[in-house]
């Protein structure tokens, strides 16, 4: 912990407290209490983020972008880099890792579930504001920071390699994965294909819009804020649509995809965005929400065959576990295609214009 103090010394004055914050399964996040106001430290994955610079220089793009915005017009709290006390954006330490402060907005919690559908809605809301706010962005502007991120065939691809090399056990959870994957892989290129096509465009993305990383008042209950802005990038606006859905719409319990908690996302979030929504759009909304539960069940199950060096593990297989739950969330939703696709069409006859 010491080491965690002298770092969090070269963002504020007075440290008083360092303590982890979050459950992340890719950065160290830690809460910094200080003299004055309390920031997020966080050490990037290096492994994972080749070129953390690209994201802090993302950050900066961002953050000038919703600073030309009129006053008011921003009602969505994203946290802000805290410079050093030197005025650099970030430090190295000794084993050559990066570490960055950020604003940290107080009042605020993340979820881990939704509690109401009020709460599913005010999800939709906030990612639907984030993809407004940044519409008139140029995505070119913005750094890949994580490249083939959000590709699905490119995951395919480097499962089939790990697949012919691998040497895990062949237990009835790893061959319902095998299985599941051979049987529904010709889904993988739904989305790249509307996009080579022309059918789908290029934005500005959040990446990784689960759950617990939209912020909620305390007391009003709203989603205030976005945070995790590793992967902001551009890409399709499905991927962080059907992503968010595929966080918040799983009943753990049982395993199934809960449509009236998507039907309230997709009412927060069509609310927000379809004075830019076009037809296309619309269209491949279904595909979206069944592709992103596949594309996590894909790279869970790699990270396994690979000896889980992408995600966090505490035990031996839990990636394994994790990817046979997003394949089960997949079936359900292919189960409810008609259901959801009537719902997206209920949306899409209300849309002006």
Known sequence: MNSLHAIAEQFAETVIDVAPLGNGLINDTFLVTTGSAPLVLQRINCRVFPHPERI???????????????????????????????????????EGDLWRALSFIENSESLETIRTLDDAEQAGR????????LGDLDPGLMMDTLPGFHVTPGYLECYRQAAESASVPATPESRYCADFIEAYGGIAGDLERAKEEGLLRLRVIHGDPKLNNFLFDKRSKEAVGLVDLDTVKPGLLHYDVG??????????????????????????????????????????LYSAIRLLPFELGLRFYTDHLEGDRYFKVSEPGRNLSRAAEQFRLCGSVMRQESKIKGLIDGFRTKAPG
């Open 126 to 133: 906030a990612l639907g504001r984030f993809h407004r706010l």
């Open 56 to 94: 802090m220089a993302n950050l900066n793009v961002l953050d000038r972008h919703l600073r030309q915005k009129q006053t008011g017009s921003v009602d969505l709290r994203i946290p802000e880099i805290v410079p050093t006390r030197q005025g650099e954006t970030h430090v190295r330490d000794q």
């Open 243 to 284: 992503d968010c859905l595929r966080s918040c719409c799983l009943i753990p319990d049982t395993g199934e995809f809960d449509s009236e908690i998507a039907a309230a996302i997709l009412a927060g979030y069509l609310n927000e965005t379809a004075s830019f929504f076009t037809e296309p759009d619309y269209d491949y």
